[in-house]
Structure formats: structure tokens, C-alpha cells
């Protein structure tokens, strides 16, 4: 044997939880430690509803593409969606031997409760010295978020070339890709290539760094949510009085748009055309 399956762990079963939002490296470097202790981890992403109960808040990126997210994560080995903070309650259904938590939770009182409760059924419980605020990530490497938003429908080279011109102009690149519903409500046509299958082509592209769902076509709480400090739009837009009112509004908050020419000769609307939808 090689690597670390010739290593004894502490412990075999290990359990850990959190939210996963816009997942970056503090939380891959929480996960790996933990992964470090034990021979199984078991991870539980908080559910949309728990995280908007505790902290009045929606997540940015919903419970299932937050699951994806963490499932694929080499470390990782199961992954369950919880709808409570309370583990005793999760290790009901979910068997383990010990929970690893944030270094800044273990002295919390609702954590030394939970964890006098964990003790009476031989689980313990371990603080990693880690830290995994994406806001405190931001801030130290001082990455320049930027947001583009689109159908992406029967993706193309367009697409590709906003996405790359994008990227270039930011460290982080989030993108919006449109649900089924919200481009039904405004163009009153479903797309062709479905929601799932639109996000995953976006998601394989060495551009966007995540992939989220666009549900409305509102920048200003797009922005509220996300803190990006740039945001790319077409230049067909450029001039229209909805975007000229969040033009003022973001570089008020110290944001800007920048408008990129698109790609000649090629849309999703004349692919359309050619294929008679």
C-alpha cells in the first residue's frame, strides 16, 4: 500500500457541516484536514430552508448544486443535505465516530451543549484552526469578482468569447445562467438545451469559476447578494434605461459594468432560425 491508505487514521468515521456557499479554497483546506483524522467523511451541506432560518438569508447558490459541488471533492466520500444545526439530531440517521468543526465554533455555547451530548455516545468532537469566510478569503487575496449572466442556449462560440473576455477583466468570474421559467416570462419561449444540461456546458468551460441560477432578472439584488465589483453585459443593452439605473446604482457602490461587443455572425437566435424552431 501507498499514500495515506497506509496510514492509520484516529478515527474511522468522520462528520462535518456547513453551508458550502460559493464553495472556495478555505473550505477545501477545512475538508482536507478533516480527511486527514479520518477513513470515511461524511459531510452535511446545510438545506436552503435551515440556512435562510438561521441566517435570514438565502444562499447563493441552492442545496443541490451546493451538493454536486462538495460530492465532487476527492476528500470527500458521502454527502447528505441537512435541515438542522443540531448534530445529535443527524447522527440519527448518519452513523460517525467524530464531528471536526471551525476553531471559532468550539466555544460557542450552542456547540459545548452538543458536544456534552456527543460525549455521552463516544463521538468527539475536534476543532480545526481553519478559516473558511469567503468574505475573509476575499479580502486577503483581494480578488476582483466579476458577474455575467445569460441563457447560454445551445452554447456557442459567442458564449465562449464573453466568458473569456470576462475572465480576463476579474479573478473570479460567477455566472448567471437563467432558469427555464424566467426566460419563458420574457421571451415566452422555453429554451431548446434545458436548464441542468445549460449549466453543466457552462460549468465545464475554463472561465467561470461558478455557476449559479439566474431566477430573475433583478442586477441590483444580483448585486446585494453577491458583492461583485464588476459586471459584463452585452453592448446591445448599452443605453437602455434599465441598465443605465443600474449603471448608476453600482458605481454608487463602488461597482462598474463594462459592455462587450458580441460575436458577429452567430447567436442563439439564428441557430434557431437555421434549425426552423
Not at 19 to 43: P, R
Not at 159 to 187: F, N, P, R, W
Request: some cysteine; charged content about 25%.
Amino acid at each position: 500500500m501507498d499514500g495515506q491508505s497506509d496510514v492509520l487514521k484516529k478515527y474511522r468515521i468522520g462528520y462535518t457541516q456547513g453551508t458550502y456557499d460559493m464553495f472556495h479554497i478555505g473550505h477545501l483546506n477545512f475538508l482536507n484536514h478533516a480527511k486527514e483524522q479520518c477513513d470515511y467523511l461524511v459531510v452535511g451541506v446545510n438545506s436552503d430552508r435551515l440556512v435562510l432560518q438561521d441566517e435570514e438569508l438565502f444562499p447563493t447558490v441552492n442545496e443541490n448544486e451546493r451538493c454536486k459541488i462538495v460530492c465532487n471533492v476527492k476528500v470527500v466520500d458521502k454527502v447528505v443535505i441537512v435541515d438542522t444545526l443540531d448534530v445529535t439530531e443527524v447522527l440519527k440517521n448518519v452513523r460517525f465516530d467524530v464531528v471536526f468543526i471551525e476553531n471559532d465554533w468550539s466555544e460557542t455555547v450552542c456547540w459545548k451543549n452538543s458536544k456534552n451530548e456527543l460525549l455521552k455516545h463516544n463521538i468527539d468532537v475536534v476543532s480545526l484552526n481553519t478559516d473558511i469566510s469567503f468574505s475573509s478569503y476575499i479580502a486577503k487575496t483581494r480578488l476582483k469578482i466579476g458577474y455575467t449572466t445569460g441563457t447560454f442556449d445551445m452554447f456557442h462560440v459567442g458564449h465562449l468569447h464573453i466568458l473569456q473576455q470576462a475572465k480576463t477583466m476579474c479573478d473570479y468570474l460567477i455566472v448567471g445562467v437563467s432558469t427555464d421559467e424566467l426566460v419563458q416570462s420574457y421571451k415566452n419561449k422555453k429554451p431548446i438545451i434545458p436548464f441542468n444540461d445549460r449549466v453543466s456546458i457552462v460549468e465545464s468551460t475554463k472561465f467561470a469559476d461558478l455557476v449559479i441560477a439566474q431566477e430573475n432578472r433583478d442586477k441590483i439584488a444580483a448585486f446585494e447578494r453577491l458583492h461583485f465589483d464588476v459586471m459584463f453585459v452585452g453592448d446591445d443593452w448599452k443605453g437602455d434605461a434599465l441598465f443605465e439605473s443600474v449603471e448608476k446604482y453600482l458605481n454608487a457602490h463602488g461597482a462598474e459594468i463594462v459592455y462587450f461587443p458580441y460575436t458577429q455572425g452567430v447567436s442563439s437566435t439564428m441557430l434557431r432560425k437555421k434549425m426552423g424552431y
